[in-house]
DNA sequence: TTGACATGAAACTAAATGGTTTCTTATAAA
DNA sequence: TTTATAAGAAACCATTTAGTTTCATGTCAA
């Protein structure tokens, strides 16, 4: 669950996508594959992306596997996106550090 | 210079590699290359990726070729995580609107 | 307990990606 | 006016990626 697997892992827009979708709620795989024109084997390949880079959560309920968006990943791109403020608005920084004090 | 552009750009880790040492100021692709084991083309291509997202500009002078960093294109990141704050923290969201109130 | 359904797994393919080498062009400096 | 330097361009290569098809497995329901 590397810093480089969040941004490899939002790199694609099918899996922004599907990322915009659970933000609704745990969808299973047949549910996500629904709106997509690719076959479920290639919906699975990108929620395995998506696993990888911490941005979902996957629990099996019967024969069902059901999809939940795990939002907090996203703080690796906003750290990273803290470092760039410097140079270009420092209230993106003061918002970086309001988030993580939120956090204990 | 699509959304999809800045988020392709900011995949690669020699990509962010570069932007940060841009954020030191104007640097040369050689003065670029000379950080890094790949060959001078290959630096040029990831360049031109980054520009193709808008993160960095590009300027001739005499024989070199300037880069400047561009960090106001990381907005569209922003404004994509901001969505995803609805569902995570609100503050994220608040920071973003102060961002582009700025912008006037 | 048979059948239908939700998913996983594996093998394969096409295209994109990240890299190389070689060659050319433009500018600066001896 | 040669020569060296900075970079662009093109052709090529290996790997990764995004997709497919086919087949196997586990669970629910008749």
Excluded: C
């Excluded at 549910?31 to 919906?43: G, L």
């Amino acid at each position: 669950m590397s810093e480089q697997m969040v941004f490899r892992a939002i790199a694609d827009p099918t899996r922004r996508s599907i990322m915009a979708m659970l933000a609704g709620g745990e969808q299973s795989l047949g549910d996500i594959a629904a709106n997509y024109e690719m076959t479920r084997p290639a919906v699975t390949k990108h929620l395995k992306v998506l696993e990888q880079g911490g941005l979902i959560r996957v629990r099996a309920q019967g024969r069902e596997r059901l999809h939940t968006l795990q939002p907090e990943a996203l703080k690796s791109i906003l750290d990273w996106l803290g470092f760039f403020s410097q140079f270009w608005d420092e209230k993106l920084e003061d918002l970086k550090q309001a988030v993580e004090a939120d956090d204990e």
